[in-house]
Structure formats: structure tokens, C-alpha cells
């Protein structure tokens, strides 16, 4: 008797294996040709190469454009703080100093890509997120872990790469808000079904903001509202050549955030800009049957 009800246990384990194996083929069957599939994310930045989230042995977060303005976040920072093992810290308002922590990792073992372009400080590893606007993101990949043996030293903690948007034909957008918040964007280029693109977007935020310190800081603290103001603008676009593209990018941010330098009468006028430029050429496209490449040139430069 124990031995036949061994026989029928395994039976029955291999008849729902074989359901599990045969299910997802019989439900793709039955699917209407017209029924839209929902596929896996597809990264690039955990090995380097395309694959779907699920293939991925690290731990991975993609965060698309209708997440991102579906999100309350009103700016990179507040988006990133919102995600698991990511920890941020901030010196103040919208536009100050601020650092990002990958699963306890120093802000500077965070490897930053815009586009593929490491956009990090080749001498202490540090990038300021703070001046770089959501109107121009696109897409986020967040792989936390240890990539040292795909990036280099600089990814300890992690990765976090930021794609910036394609700009549409036309498209524009305001914004108003408290502390005298205002802003908009603007973005035009050809139309995406052509050979050929190339497109720009411009954008301008402002604020009124409030005082950077309070009363309890004796020695720097004036009452005056310190503002911010950001001006920035992408050009990208791709060209064919032959089986290959040609790809163009380059992103601009001017931040100008006030800060208090000490008691003084009247406004404080004291400010900090920041300015940020990245921009690479990338050339892509198939050289046989079973074999792709893809080489980027790019570089980056903060002031």
C-alpha cells in the first residue's frame, strides 16, 4: 500500500508539472490576435546588455514616464527617496545639495549614468540630482548591489541611470504653485516616424521659496525668502547610417539656489549655481544575423 500510494504521489506531480509547463502555451492560444500583451520591463543597466527585470539576478526598479507624473514627487530627489534602499539626504529646499545612499553605500560608491554618460565627478564620485528637472526624464533604472564587475570601483553600492525624454513634435506644459512656485516647458522636433529626428526641450522653474535656516541657527540665519530658479534644456535626435544610427544627446542644467550667509539687513543676496552638461554620441545597429553593437562617446562636465 505505501509503495502504490508513492507511485500515485508521483503521477500526480508529474501531471501538474506537465499543466504548468503546458499552461502558458495553451493560454497564448487562446488569445485573441487583438488582445495587447503586457510585457516585462526590459533593463540595460544591471549587466549591460537588454534584459527583462525577471532575468535579472540583481535587484532592480524601473520607473517609467506614468510614474513619474503620477507621482507626488516634485522633483528627482523626492522620486528617488520614495524608492526601497534608497536613502537621500538634502542641505535644504529645491535646489540644494543633495546626496543619494544605495543600500547603506556612500554617496559616492552610487555610480550616476544620464543616457549612458557617467555624469559623476571623476575625482570624488559625486553628482548633484538637486538641478536636473522630471520634465526631462524619461525613464529611471535603480539596480542596487554591487556592479563593480560591469561598471568599475565607483558602483559599490549601485547604479542608478536616468534616460531623458524624446522630445515630441509639440508639446508644452505649466506649472504654479505655493511659495510662489512657477515654471513651464516647451519641446518640439520632427515627427517620430521619420528616418531621421531631431528634437529640443526647453524649461524654466522658479520659486519664492522661504528661509533656508530658522531662528535656533544664531550665526546664519536671516528671515528673507531664499528662492531657486532652474534653467535647462536637451537636444537629442538620431540619424541612419547604412544598418547603423547615429544617436545625439545632450542635456543642460543652471541652477541658482539662494542661501542665508549670516544676520544681515534686508535680503540676503548670497546664491549658488550649478551648472551641469552631459552629452555623448552613440552608434548602434546590427552587424550580422546573431550580432549587434553599440559604441557611445560621451562626456560630462559640473560647475
Known sequence: MIFQC??????RILAVTLASI???????????????????????????????????????TVIDRKQIEQSPAVDLISLLAQQAGVDVARTGGAGQTSSVFLRGANSNQTLMLSD?????????GFFDLANLPLDQIERIEIVRGPRAAFWGSDAIGGVIQIFTRNPQPFEASAEVGSYGLRGGDVSFGTPSDGDSRV?????????????????????????????????????????PLGTQT????????????????GPTIGRDTTASTALNTSGGLTLSGPLAAHWSQSLTVGGADSA
Not at 529640443?200 to 530658479?229: K, V
Open 6 to 11: 508513492l507511485s500515485f504521489s508521483r503521477r
Open 199 to 239: 528634437g529640443m526641450t526647453l524649461g524654466d522653474t522658479r520659486e519664492r521659496g522661504f528661509s533656508a535656516t530658522n531662528p535656533a541657527n544664531l550665526f546664519s540665519y536671516n528671515p528673507d525668502d531664499d528662492g531657486y530658479q532652474n534653467r535647462n534644456a536637451s537636444l537629442r535626435g538620431s540619424v
Open 22 to 60: 503546458l499552461s502558458p502555451a495553451a493560454a497564448i492560444a487562446d488569445t485573441p490576435a487583438n488582445t495587447p500583451t503586457n510585457l516585462d520591463n526590459v533593463v540595460v543597466t544591471g549587466v549591460r546588455h537588454a534584459q527583462t527585470v525577471d532575468d535579472s539576478l540583481a535587484s532592480v
Open 246 to 261: 547615429l544617436g545625439f544627446v545632450a542635456v543642460h542644467t543652471d541652477g541658482n539656489a539662494a542661501f542665508d550667509n
Open 116 to 124: 549612458g554618460i557617467r555624469v559623476a565627478s571623476s575625482t570624488n
